[in-house]
């Protein structure tokens, strides 16, 4: 499997932006998907997760009620749509792909597969 990010940006306190990560290779395989962040310096944190069929979805708090996660099985293309941005999401943002039913939520090591991060800068 490889994942490929696009779609960051700038934007500006309250805009919006919707992040794309294309699967190709052994998509069949991929059980759980999710969006990652990283703070330059900082360690990599958990944002969204969607399964397979899109019925279990989780976010951590920060970003509850402005980002949604979905994914588009058809096409193997996994979104996130941040709105409400705010300067504290600034962070390269990275796609993970997981061939594990069982994942823990949040749970780097539990990912296999990683995009190559794509950035988003909020100003304020």
């Known amino acids: 499997v490889q994942l490929v990010e696009s779609g960051g940006g700038l934007k500006q306190t309250g805009g919006s932006l919707r992040l794309s990560c294309a699967a190709t290779?052994?998509?069949?395989?991929?059980?759980?998907m999710a969006w990652f962040r990283q703070v330059p310096g900082n360690e990599t944190t958990f944002v969204a997760h969607?399964?397979?069929?899109?019925?279990?979805?989780h976010y951590t708090g920060s970003v509850k009620g402005r980002f949604t996660i979905f994914r588009d099985s058809a096409k193997n293309i996994l979104y996130l749509q941040m709105n409400s941005l705010q300067p504290e999401d600034t962070a390269v943002y990275y796609c993970?792909?997981?061939?594990?039913?069982?994942?823990?939520?949040?749970?780097?090591?539990?990912?296999?597969?990683w995009g190559q991060g794509t950035p988003v800068t909020v100003s304020s």
């Open positions: 290779g052994r998509t069949d395989s991929i059980y759980y």
């Open positions: 993970a792909a997981s061939s594990f039913s069982g994942i823990r939520v949040g749970r780097r090591d539990d990912y296999d597969t």
């Open positions: 969607i399964n397979r069929n899109g019925a279990d979805t």
